[in-house]
């Protein structure tokens, strides 16, 4: 498990302290409450979604910023603090090309995304998706959202990874009955839920 949980138990005045910040960047539409975290460059090895769902909903996405860099993406359902975290780890729908796979998503290009299931079927043909999100990521200015059609509300969120490329797990945040309050994507900027740099982290 992430030694970076515990911030969200952290009041503004500790995340202040630890030179960590959060961003509120938009709500993310979910209507069949699958969530796929994946780096939105990555094309033809398909985009698994997380196995465990949510209700479908609008939710709202929140970055973690420290150190100038982008240290969590936050995906918040319900408000309270979690009182257990489990790793969220993705649907085996196809063959892993590696057992880490179903664990953690790989980032080739510093750059990541949260989406609903159903965008990965919104165009008829793969090649304007990939094409679609290659566009969006390329214009990014460290983070963002962008709705793929007009109209239509289904949309992405992006934002750069931390220190760039590698290999990154997201937690679930649970309450009492085991339901999610948030999910957690830690791009390891913080150290113990501390933003600051070397010693002077706790």
Sequence with gaps: MSSNLGVFALSDAEMAERKTTVTTIGELELPTGEIIACDPLITGLGRPAF??????????VMLLQAQGRIAAAVLRFSLGLPVRWELATFARDRPPAYEAEFFEFIVDDAVASFIDKSVLTLMADPEELDDYL???ACSLDRFGMDN???GNPLNVAMFDTGFGDGGYRSFWGLDAAGEPLVLMTDFEVLE?????????AN
């Design 51 to 60: 196995s465990r769902k949510v209700k479908p909903g609008r939710y709202p």
């Design 134 to 136: 290659a566009d969006v």
């Design 148 to 150: 793929p059609i007009d």
């Design 192 to 200: 113990n839920a501390d933003g600051r740099e070397g010693d002077k």
